[in-house]
């Protein structure tokens, strides 16, 4: 969906101004560390994936997405999983109260379980089932689409031409991904100069997208 | 004078790009607990050098 997330091309945010390295804490307060915790335990029941979650981030008003921090986000993230998944009510969330005791197949997850999945990992590369339809070299356009579900496609990509200029094998695909169907297909890097993504005044560099195959159309 | 061709890679899938930093004039005899210390976050996402040896460097 185009949200608030989708930043390219946006003017008026100002500078980035990054912390410097040498001092940058992994948190920044004591909930941030919670916050991280509350969603890698909540996730561990397998209600949704990591698309799904993306989706129920980005589906915020843009305003509150945009003056959200980061694990703010991740917060307001949560809670719509939560309640969509029916592991809380919509009352619950609001009073903090439960309502009734947790359905007996839920299990409690633990710091053990957290280290032994994220050791694990999310691999989302599949064996491919059909060959590739581009090879590196030629022009491909990404198609102009306005999907209102999740999607990688950044909207400055949507309608410019680029070449493939890598090959990633296949990918779970998130959009369909993030309403529970999984699909996989091939994903490329396709490059687009500067100038056709920006316009004539841009500089000689190049941009490095990665784009799974139903973004795109040969020319 | 060196030209340079760059470009610029986002993150829109589940791959991870890093970039490995060009090694600093000065750092070629140097050991490899030492040429750690030159290597900073943001030379591996480019957007600086790797630390110059005797600049201090990374933590």
Redesign the interface.
């Known amino acids: 969906m185009n949200g608030g997330h989708d930043l390219g091309g946006m003017h008026g945010l100002g500078v980035i101004d990054a912390e410097p390295?040498?001092i940058e804490p992994v948190f920044h307060a004591e909930w941030e560390r919670r916050m991280l915790a509350l969603s890698l335990a909540s996730a561990a029941h397998g209600r949704w994936n990591i698309d799904v979650s993306r989706h129920a981030r980005e589906r915020q008003h843009p305003a509150d997405y945009l003056r959200n921090s980061y694990y703010e986000n991740w917060l307001v993230g949560l809670e719509t999983l939560l309640v969509e998944s029916g592991l809380i009510s919509a009352n619950e969330l609001a009073t903090g109260k439960a309502e009734a005791s947790a359905a007996p197949t839920l299990r409690a997850t633990g710091p053990a379980d957290m280290a032994a999945g994220l050791r694990k990992g999310h691999p989302?590369d599949v064996p491919p089932t059909e060959p590739p339809a581009f090879e590196i070299g030629p022009v491909v356009q990404v198609r102009n689409f306005n999907p209102t579900g999740h999607t990688?496609?950044?909207r400055y990509t949507r309608g410019r031409q680029g070449t493939i200029a890598g090959l990633?094998g296949c990918?779970i695909f998130p959009d369909t991904h993030s309403v529970e169907v999984e699909e996989a297909h091939h994903?490329y890097s396709v490059?687009f100069s500067a100038e056709e993504l920006w316009g004539s005044g841009a500089s000689g560099?190049?941009?490095?997208?990665?784009?799974?195959e139903p973004y795109l159309e040969g020319l | 004078m060196r030209t340079w061709k760059?470009?610029?890679?986002?993150?829109?899938?589940?791959?991870r790009y890093l970039v490995l930093p060009e090694k600093p004039d000065g750092a070629e005899n140097m050991p490899e607990d030492a040429l750690t210390n030159l290597v900073?976050?943001?030379s591996m996402i480019g957007v600086e050098k790797a630390s110059a040896p005797g600049t201090g460097g990374?933590?």
């Open positions: 390295e040498e989302v990688r496609a950044p990633h990918h994903l490059r560099s190049a941009v490095f997208v990665d784009l799974w | 760059y470009g610029f890679g986002t993150q829109t899938s589940e791959v900073t976050r943001n990374a933590l």
